[in-house]
Nanobody
Framework: QVQLVESGGGSVRAGGSLYLSCVAS????????IAWFRQAPGKEREPVAA????????FYAPSVKDRSTIFRDNPKNTVLLQMNALDPEDTATYYC??????????????????????WGQGTQVVVSS
């Protein structure tokens, strides 16, 4: 029943940048964490970045750390993910997700897919060399 809408996907050349946007309905304010996951062909879905709605604690996967930044805008109920120095290995479908109600905010630092119950439809990112 919670609606998450992603945008910003598309094609980009290696070394370029993009940002992904996730806009959620107000009901997601009860979720402690908003995270971005991605799934590439032949690979399992993996967490990319996450942020707590209160406190500002963040998580970054080692593969994107130092070249990605996750932002939040609580009044607009929006979370943004900016990625730089894109590589063809970043090609994947990117999903925005909200954690289950009642999850402690500390869990945002170690996101587990099973703890996220509301998902967007995904946005495709293709990085070409």
């Amino acid at each position: 029943q919670v609606q998450l809408v992603e945008s910003g996907g598309g094609s980009v050349r290696a070394g370029g940048s993009l940002y992904l946007s996730c806009v959620a309905s107000r009901i997601t304010n009860s979720s402690a964490c908003i995270a971005w996951f991605r799934q590439a062909p032949g690979k399992e879905r993996e967490p990319v970045a996450a942020i707590a709605r209160a406190g500002g604690s963040t998580f970054y996967a080692p593969s994107v750390k130092d070249r990605s930044t996750i932002f939040r805008d609580n009044p607009k109920n929006t979370v943004l993910l900016q990625m730089n120095a894109l590589d063809p290995e970043d090609t994947a479908t990117y999903y925005c997700a909200a954690s289950r109600p009642g999850l402690h905010w500390l869990r945002c630092i170690v996101p587990r897919e099973s703890e996220y119950t509301d998902w967007g439809q995904g946005t495709q990112v293709v990085v070409s060399s």
